[in-house]
């Protein structure tokens, strides 16, 4: 069956999130923003589908610790991984665009197969396909080691967005020097975080990346642009729309969970009726990863199964005439058959120490559950993450600055005049799409969007069994990148020829 079988990496990052979550004031679980949903992609179909073998070079580039000081230790290094294919190249002579993927927060391992848009297109633009791994994840790691890299806020204090778009400015340039290819209009790539990346590198970067195409970049889900409750909005808006039975079914078995923990035994009872892997320790905890389940399946409800539509069918199909039990038969239609369902012991893997750092010092997305969703509401409480965080490193959050120094307020009114050469690309069933740009901005400022499509959906690999609706969205990005790359030589030609 098409049951999403969930990464390894991806799951420990939930269970950590979630315990972390657990006993405290408030909401501390910002979904990932991964495009893959971690480094493995749960359809094999789509894994086999992209030609990743062959082709790849892998390079590391000595890379500058700190961008943005002279202070002798800024200038200590680390080595950054990147990765090369040339095989459908044109060459600088040329001329030919590269294409560079902006690694988000994971290892890059997985974005080489998981994002299909590069090799899709390289052939018919000749281009060159870079993937740069950021900064703290996989190999890309300062200090020389992980331990000494995740220390304190003072090794951490480097590990920023604003770094991370310097280094791959370095890297693109340091590229086409090697190559002389210093002609060759660039075009960044990215999904979810790694798309915001792409569309802040275009704006403070637009001498080396001609373009941008930022898919499923939530870039106004911050300082209260978008609602704060808006994700979990549409996250119900999904289900309900796949089954309304299943939406009030889900919307009343929190209380059911509450009923039962309460009792003498409830959390034993909760933990045998469920198969959870470890003994529960609250109803919370419980709560929490049915939560990250529901989230999940409506951030990547991706054609032909649609994980939204799966958890129905196993709630709605359910013989059983118990609320829980019927949650119990969603859970195995998502997650399929398996010895034990959720809070598996785990260690802490890089991706989740990473995002937490990341979210705890300027990603911060105000996302709360508010009322008439099919959740329980759960407001986001600013003070008390403020709190959690100074827990961990010491130092509070700066939940203003990404506006600060990328902007988002008042966007159509400020990008229209001096931004240029930008696609936001999304699904309307991504929970995401609700902070990301949903209308033209300009006339090379654009988006493009799709009712039925999931996160960061149109820069995975092409398949046979894509819809046609999601065939028209990919054309369309083409078709614009196109009209830059035609703007951009007509201009280099008439600069060549003065």
Wanted: charged fraction near 20%.
């Amino acid at each position: 069956m098409g049951s999403p079988i969930v990464s390894s990496q991806w799951f420990q990052f939930i269970v950590i999130v979630l315990s972390v979550s657990v006993g405290s004031a408030a909401r501390f679980d910002i979904p990932r923003l991964s495009p893959i949903r971690g480094t493995i992609l749960k359809d094999p179909k789509i894994r086999s589908s992209a030609p990743v073998s062959k082709g790849f070079q892998t390079f590391y580039y000595t890379q500058t610790l700190d961008h943005f000081n002279y202070k002798p230790e800024s200038y200590a290094t680390f080595q950054q991984r990147y990765v090369l294919n040339f095989k459908h190249w044109g060459g600088a002579n040329t001329t030919a665009p590269i294409f560079v993927y902006l690694g988000a927060e994971s290892p890059m391992d997985g974005d080489l197969s998981g994002i299909g848009f590069l090799h899709d297109n390289a052939a018919p633009f000749k281009a060159l396909c870079v993937y740069i791994e950021h900064r703290y994840y996989g190999k890309s790691i300062p200090f020389r080691s992980r331990k000494e890299a995740f220390k304190n806020a003072r090794t951490l204090g480097y590990f920023n967005s604003a770094q991370a778009i310097a280094d791959y400015a370095d890297i693109i340039m340091h590229i086409k020097k090697k190559l002389h290819a210093m002609s060759s209009p660039v075009i960044v790539i990215g999904g979810s975080y790694g798309g915001m990346l792409a569309s802040w590198f275009r704006l403070k970067y637009p001498h080396v990346a001609l373009g941008a195409l930022a898919s499923s970049a939530p870039i106004l889900y911050f300082n209260n642009i978008t609602p704060s409750g808006a994700y979990y909005s549409i996250v119900s808006k999904d289900f309900r729309e796949a089954s309304e039975t299943c939406y009030q079914t889900i919307r009343k078995s929190w209380s059911e969970i509450d009923k039962i923990a309460s009792k003498h035994h409830g959390l034993s009872t909760l933990s045998k009726k469920f198969k959870t892997c470890q003994p529960l320790t609250s109803s919370s905890e419980f709560k929490n990863y049915l939560d990250t389940m529901y989230t999940g399946a409506a951030q990547y409800d991706r054609p032909p199964s649609y994980p939204v539509n799966e958890v129905c069918r196993g709630i709605d199909g359910s013989k059983k005439q118990d609320i829980l039990s019927k949650i119990f038969d969603g859970v195995v239609a998502y997650y399929g058959s398996q010895p034990c369902y959720f809070n598996q012991l785990t260690d802490d893997s890089e991706t989740y120490q990473g995002w937490r750092w990341q979210t705890c010092s300027e990603m911060v997305m105000p996302i709360g559950v508010g009322e008439n969703t099919m959740f329980q509401p759960d407001p986001f409480d600013l003070d008390s993450f403020i709190k959690t965080c100074k827990g961990y490193y010491g130092i509070p959050p700066r939940p203003h600055w990404i506006t600060s120094y990328y902007g988002g307020q008042d966007i159509k009114l400020i990008l229209q005049r001096f931004g240029s050469n930008i696609i936001f690309s999304n699904g309307l069933r991504d929970p995401y799409s609700s902070g990301g740009v949903l209308e033209n901005l300009s006339d090379s400022i654009l988006a493009v969007s799709t009712v039925k499509g999931s996160h960061c959906l149109d820069i995975q690999p092409k398949r046979e069994t894509d819809p046609e609706w999601l065939v028209e969205q990919r054309k369309m990005v083409v078709k614009i990148i196109k009209g830059w790359m035609a703007k951009y030589y007509a201009d280099l030609k008439a600069f060549k020829l003065q």
